[in-house]
């Protein structure tokens, strides 16, 4: 699959220091010892389940994120969570494995109804392919499961893209498009879907990956 011949794709990306751990070649979670990177919760209400994907990050690195964000659009939003608000009571031997002093829950997004099933295949063979436990999609309740960067970066093109389809067979196509990405391509996507530099990046992958379907 090639994902970068778009018009907002083909000139490279730049990358802001809190960046530096998702550029082509350093797949993983390397730059902070290996830890997990990203988290998905779940949790269920009156209007049934969702999931929430969450990318975790020192407090410096979201404050600069934030800053960086604001810079290029006033009216653009980070939503940072202390981690133990969202975290704290969690089972995942994760939590006691780690110190998350200092550290904070960025929410990429929340899904739930049609666009949580939609992008249930998607996130069962990504968890499946990284040996993580599906129980996250399942289990009654709450429930959370830490990702490491390679999964996270994959997941978050998923739900950031999924978030703003409409129909439901647009959705599917994106999701198997990003189940297709190597993981080079989603690095790529996923800088420039949150780059403030690139402010079409996700209008631009949904058109690569549902332009086939009228």
């Known amino acids: 699959m090639t994902s970068h011949p778009t018009p907002e794709a083909d000139a490279p990306t730049t ?4 960046d530096e ?6 797949f993983g979670s390397s730059v902070y010892g290996g830890r997990p990177t ?9 209007d049934g389940a969702s999931l929430t994907l969450y990318e975790l990050l020192p407090e410096a690195q979201a404050s600069a994120r934030r800053d960086r964000l604001q810079r290029g659009n006033p009216n653009s939003g980070l939503v940072t969570i202390a981690f133990e608000s969202v975290f704290g009571e969690s089972a995942d031997p994760e939590v006691d494995r780690w110190e998350w002093d200092d550290w904070t829950a960025v929410k990429v997004t929340r899904l739930s109804e049609g666009r949580l099933r939609s992008i249930l295949p998607l996130v069962r063979e990504t968890l499946r392919g990284a040996d993580r436990d599906e129980s996250v999609l399942t289990a009654g309740g709450a429930a959370e499961v830490f990702l490491p960067e390679t999964v996270g ?3 978050a093109l998923g739900f950031l893209g999924v978030k703003p389809i409409q129909r439901v067979d647009r959705m599917r196509a994106f999701c198997r498009g990003i189940e297709r990405m190597s993981d080079e391509e989603c690095y790529y996507w996923h800088a420039k879907c949150r780059s403030p530099s690139s402010p079409n990046g996700e209008k631009a992958l949904r058109t690569l990956l549902t332009n086939h379907i009228n």
Do not use: H, K, T, Y
């Not at 990358?15 to 809190?18: A, D, I, S, T, V």
């Not at 990203?38 to 269920?44: G, K, P």
């Open 21 to 26: 751990s998702i550029g082509a070649g350093q």
């Open 153 to 155: 970066v994959r997941l």
């Open 15 to 18: 990358l802001g220091p809190e």
């Open 38 to 46: 990203f988290a998905l919760v779940r949790r269920d209400d009156a």
